[in-house]
């Protein structure tokens, strides 16, 4: 049976997939800040289609569009910890966009068999 491990924070940055700090993709820069950080994870996830504030419809299925496609950095820990990262977004997410939801972290149990659920040992310990 799943059980709640409490309340925690997601932050998402939305990016182009070419936008760049100082010759490195800006969804990898944020990511190692946030390891840097220790929190408790980071993500990023290829968008196949979408705009932003260039209103320009980026797609997969267009080869001349599908250059900068959308990527969102989603990162979930305690508020707290959170909100302490926000400033290392400050001069690196220009025309992105940042969001925070509040959400609560789940567990879940066993497999049956009793065999434990797979994951990295580290999982959002940081979101208690």
Do not use: Q
Not at 51 to 72: C, K, N, Q, W
Not at 101 to 126: I, L, M, Q, S, Y
């Amino acid at each position: 049976m799943s059980r709640s491990a409490g309340n925690a924070l997601r932050l998402t940055v939305y990016v182009g997939e070419s936008d760049s700090w100082h010759h490195r993709p800006l969804y990898s820069e944020i990511v190692h800040r946030a390891h840097a950080a220790g929190l408790a994870g980071a993500s990023v996830f290829r968008g196949v289609e979408g705009f932003g504030a260039s209103s320009l419809v980026h797609t997969a299925r267009l080869l001349s569009l599908g250059e900068d496609l959308p990527v969102a950095v989603v990162i979930v820990d305690a508020a707290e910890r959170v909100r302490a990262f926000l400033p290392e977004l400050d001069g690196l997410v220009g025309d992105g966009l940042v969001t925070l939801d509040e959400c609560e972290v789940v567990r879940p149990g066993p497999r049956a068999g009793g065999a434990p659920a797979a994951g990295n040992g580290r999982g959002t310990e940081g979101a208690k």
